[in-house]
């Protein structure tokens, strides 16, 4: 059975930091694509970032230079740093594993596996 269990999330002021992390079991995120979505309310879910066997990642273009994705393949464990937060970076965020190993998509429909979310609000 195929676990994603995130953690990590919080308040924090504009301008403060947060690491997510994302432990999986029951699957290999080592040579798959893994990547971070969020929702926040009223909105449709956006890929923040992903990365997948090459570990070259993708960024959306509203975090590039701010948040980094990463892969922990001894621990098994996705994690995302998040610096200089906004307060446009509230939002519920998941990760998410596909059986893919390149060009990983940024489409939530063309991933298997996610996790519950864990939540980030930032205020100004």
């Known amino acids: 059975q195929v676990q994603l269990v995130e953690s990590g999330g919080g308040s924090v002021q504009a301008g403060g930091s947060l690491r997510l992390s994302c432990a999986v079991s029951?699957?290999?995120?080592?040579?798959?694509?893994v990547a971070w979505f969020r929702q926040a309310p009223g909105k449709e879910h956006e890929a923040v970032a992903r990365?997948?066997?090459?570990?070259?990642?993708t960024y959306t273009d509203s975090v590039k230079g701010r948040f980094t994705i990463s892969k922990d393949n001894a621990q098994n464990t996705l994690h995302l740093q998040m610096n200089s937060l906004q307060p446009e970076d509230t939002a519920m965020y998941y990760c998410?594993?596909?059986?893919?190993?390149?060009?990983?998509?940024?489409?939530?429909?063309?991933?298997?596996?996610w996790g519950q979310g864990t939540q980030v609000t930032v205020s100004s």
């Open positions: 998410a594993a596909d059986k893919r190993e390149y060009g990983c998509s940024a489409r939530k429909d063309e991933y298997d596996y």
């Open positions: 029951g699957y290999t995120i080592s040579s798959n694509c």
């Open positions: 990365i997948g066997r090459s570990r070259i990642p």
